[in-house]
């Protein structure tokens, strides 16, 4: 059984930052894209980055937001610097088996799925 579990949100202060860490069991990270995605209250899911070999971002977090992998552990992170009030939202991980090289940020696309971790950026 594939299993993803996310950690690490909590309440932080605008320019503040938080590192996500989604922790997969029952199979390794090598052969799978895994997708961090987030949903804010009133709004659609949407994809906020994905990892293969390299990393894919979704316009509005670029430049603030790295994601990475170790394999070894079976771990992706997510490290969100600079945080608006825009980036509260449930964050969730996903994965998908990769099939190319590159990843891409749309919902449907992923099969597996994390529990969730709130995120929330406010004074």
């Known amino acids: 059984q594939l299993q993803l579990v996310e950690s690490g949100g909590g309440l932080v202060q605008p320019g503040g930052s938080l590192r996500l860490s989604c922790i997969a069991s029952?199979?390794?990270?090598?052969?799978?894209?895994i997708g961090w995605f987030r949903q804010a209250p009133g709004k659609e899911r949407e994809g906020v980055s994905c990892?293969?070999?390299?990393?894919n971002y979704a316009d509005s977090v670029k430049g603030r937001f790295t994601i990475s992998r170790d394999n070894a552990k079976n771990t992706v992170y997510l490290q969100m610097n600079s945080l608006k009030s825009e980036d509260t939202a449930i964050y969730y991980c996903?994965?998908?088996?990769?099939?190319?090289?590159?990843?891409?940020?749309?919902?449907?696309?992923?099969?597996?799925w994390g529990q969730g971790t709130q995120v929330t950026v406010s004074s």
């Open positions: 029952g199979f390794t990270l090598d052969y799978y894209a």
């Open positions: 996903a994965a998908r088996y990769r099939l190319y090289p590159t990843c891409g940020l749309g919902v449907t696309s992923y099969s597996a």
């Open positions: 990892i293969t070999s390299s990393g």
